[in-house]
């Protein structure tokens, strides 16, 4: 999956395919083939962080 570079973005496209398609932010890096602690890194830096109980960064 290639990534947005605008946090924002990368944050509305992340939310949408957790709740639409994945369980969990685990499982959604694995089935997208995407490194779960650069994803972390970059929302972490713009402010978000990830709420396990609502499988959703806010």
Same mark, same amino acid.
């Given at each position: 999956? +290639?990534?947005? %570079? +605008?946090? =924002? !973005?990368?944050?509305?496209?992340?939310?949408? &395919?957790? $709740?639409?398609?994945?369980?969990?932010? &685990? @499982?959604?890096? =694995?089935? @997208? =083939? !995407?490194? %779960? %602690? @650069?994803?972390?890194?970059?929302?972490?830096?713009?402010?978000? &962080?990830? =709420?396990?109980?609502?499988? $959703?960064? &806010?």
């Amino acid at each position: 999956m +290639n990534l947005p %570079e +605008n946090p =924002d !973005i990368l944050c509305s496209v992340i939310n949408t &395919r957790l $709740r639409d398609f994945y369980g969990s932010l &685990r @499982e959604l890096c =694995d089935a @997208e =083939d !995407i490194s %779960e %602690e @650069e994803l972390l890194t970059k929302l972490q830096k713009a402010g978000y &962080r990830y =709420d396990e109980s609502q499988n $959703r960064f &806010r």
